[in-house]
């Protein structure tokens, strides 16, 4: 693969053969660390600006109530560029390692309809591994390039955790490849400071060095500011809807037209909405797999549950891929059990008021604009592990009672429509192997 490739592009632009000398290498390098350090002096996400450049940490938080400060390692384990050739379509024009197993990625990096926008970002997973890369699409004067060129720079880690943190660099990056085709010293310099390597335990992952197994805490992603606002806004009240899909672990696909970057946020923050802190109940975290395209159906055929988005509408007619399709702010679904949780209920409206409420108490007992921000994550999450606690607790609770029955005075006690929301309890419980009787008091009465 690497060698055809080689050899395809070596006649259009000078990709591998411009290696500088030490002295330019080290100019290299200097420039990497300034556009970190230009960064850190703009409001870019929660990160403070004396961890921008902190070589290989991040600040993120594990998924409990106490939102406790951790570090997590950057293992970076390729870089690349990808174009749009006219007369090949998208290529890898250039990578390190060299040898790296990037099939598919031109693909991802590069979304599908991007010819119509002129910035995006894209969240992807290859195999085992997540991606990031930033897309521009500049005008040329060009007839080879018909009028436009349009790459993505980009990188894979064992993490989508820390991804984000590189992200004003890739941007950098890819303007730099743009208006400076062929030109990797920086790019080179970043791998060598940034590089990391891949853990020997599966056969079936794509392997770049041997180390040792990397731990693997749930964290939450770093995000630009006012990411969890916008999901509120976005689908208002419809949150509670995705919330029940969530939190019962199904196939949820977003659909949108690039850009398609944000979209990639709203799989992250739906992936929130079933976290919880049980012990009795083994948590599984849904997983995101980001940006997909048809090249992923055979995975995706093989997925009991995950997140995605995608900007393919060829996606809506393969209706044995997903559970629940959303497109935009239209969330459906052809499972006929699901289709009653569509319907917003009283109980889903309390929720959602005292969501907003909370959000409300917590930003205006801040006096800093950008505490403001950063505690947009910890309310949301926070009230969604709260709940889910609540209503995985009351279940555990009464299947150790003798006549482990649930009752309208408990489904009311979990923030839930007795009536209304009786298959989502009982999809639940099945999901979880929790042994309760559902019984309704009065089922002539609507709540």
């Known amino acids: 693969f690497r060698d055809n490739m080689a050899d395809d592009t070596s006649e259009r632009t000078p990709l591998l053969d411009n290696e500088e000398d030490s002295s330019e290498y080290r100019r290299s390098r200097e420039q990497v660390k300034s556009l970190y350090l230009k960064a850190s002096s703009q409001k870019s996400?929660?990160?403070g600006p004396e961890d921008l450049y902190c070589r290989n940490t991040i600040n993120i938080s594990a998924s409990n109530s106490n939102f406790q400060d951790i570090r997590e390692a950057d293992y970076i384990v390729a870089i690349f560029v990808v174009a749009f050739d006219t007369r090949t379509g998208n290529i890898i024009e250039w990578c390190k390692p060299e040898d790296s197993d990037l099939?598919?990625?031109e693909f991802k990096a590069m979304a599908s309809g991007s010819h119509t926008i002129l910035k995006d970002f894209i969240y992807f997973k290859k195999d085992n591994l997540y991606g990031l890369s930033c897309f521009e699409n500049m005008p040329v004067e060009s007839e080879l390039e018909r009028g436009a060129r349009m790459k993505s720079v980009g990188i894979l880690a064992t993490s989508y955790t820390s991804l984000y943190r590189h992200m004003q660099f890739l941007e950098n990056q890819v303007r730099h490849q743009l208006e400076t085709p062929g030109r990797y010293d920086q790019l080179r310099a970043f791998w060598e400071d940034r590089k990391g390597s891949l853990p020997i335990s599966n056969p079936g992952r794509s392997l770049l060095s041997p180390m040792t197994e990397i731990p693997r805490a749930d964290m939450r992603i770093t995000h630009p500011a006012g990411c969890f606002s916008q999901f509120l806004k976005f689908f208002g009240d419809q949150i509670f809807v995705l919330w029940k899909?969530?939190?019962?672990r199904r196939r949820i696909l977003f659909f949108s037209p690039p850009p398609i970057g944000v979209v990639c946020y709203r799989v992250y923050c739906a992936c929130c909405?079933?976290?919880?802190?049980?012990?009795?109940?083994?948590?599984?975290?849904?997983?995101?797999?980001?940006y997909v395209n048809i090249a992923d159906i055979d995975r995706l055929e093989t997925e009991v549950s995950y997140l995605a988005c995608t900007t393919e509408k060829i996606f809506q007619e393969k209706s044995h891929l997903y559970d629940v399709y959303v497109d935009n702010q239209n969330v459906e679904t052809h499972i006929p059990s699901l289709q009653d949780m569509l319907r917003l209920?009283?109980?889903?409206?309390?929720?959602y008021s005292k969501l907003l409420n909370q959000r409300s108490e917590e930003l205006y007992s801040r006096d800093i604009e950008d505490d403001e921000v950063a505690d947009d994550e910890q309310v949301f999450i926070t009230f969604f592990t709260e709940q889910n606690n609540r209503i995985f607790q009351t279940l555990l609770d009464v299947a150790s009672t003798s006549d482990r029955t649930l009752t309208m005075d408990h489904m009311r006690s979990m923030g839930l429509d007795p009536i209304r929301d009786r298959q989502f309890v009982m999809d639940l419980v099945e999901l979880h192997g929790i042994d309760v009787m559902l019984v309704i008091d009065n089922p002539c009465c609507g709540v």
């Open 45 to 47: 996400g929660i990160i």
């Open 103 to 105: 099939d598919g990625v």
């Open 245 to 248: 899909y969530a939190l019962l």
């Open 273 to 290: 909405l079933a976290r919880h802190t049980i012990p009795e109940i083994p948590e599984k975290p849904l997983k995101p797999h980001f």
């Open 345 to 351: 209920n009283d109980s889903d409206r309390d929720k």
